[in-house]
């Protein structure tokens, strides 16, 4: 099945916040940012056709960012190379940095059946609370209409004055 062309852009709304961020104070038209998503999508689909190639050439299955460097290189955008280096080593921080905290757990302390335990305990509070909300629940419904089984017409008889007119 073939993918629309749709498809193959980058989100317009994520297109929208770069451009707001690159140019906050500068009003771009529609055209504009159709022109600017078209060259972008059309630059990715370029640069990454290229690293495929060299990657290719080199008998490597996954494209890694040297070979994004190296069509760089060769589709005449050596200028970029220095910045591009720059956001990899970034994208690498931050990449470390989750990795870092989704291991914090491990750093507890605590082993892993004990957490294990503990969520099970807070999963078993939560059901027995849930369960006693339903009850009182039910009971409050129960209660209401055997008050209304009582007294159907929705008026309270022991307090009923209206009713002592007729009696004369």
Known sequence: MAES???LTIPRAAMNKMI?????????ANESR????????E???????????????????TISPEHVLQALEKLGFGDFREAAQEVMEDCKQVAAKRRRQSTRLEHLGIPEDELLRQQQ????RAREEQAQQEQHQWQMMQFAAQMSVQNPSGHLS??????EEDEY
């Open 5 to 7: 062309e749709e498809d």
């Open 20 to 28: 707001k961020e690159i140019l906050p104070s500068i009003r771009v």
């Open 34 to 41: 159709e022109l600017i998503l078209n060259c972008c999508t």
């Open 43 to 61: 630059f990715i689909h370029l640069l990454s056709s290229e690293a495929n190639e060299i990657c290719n050439q080199q008998t490597k299955k």
């Open 121 to 124: 305990e807070l999963f078993a």
């Open 158 to 163: 022991a307090g009923n004055h209206d009713d």
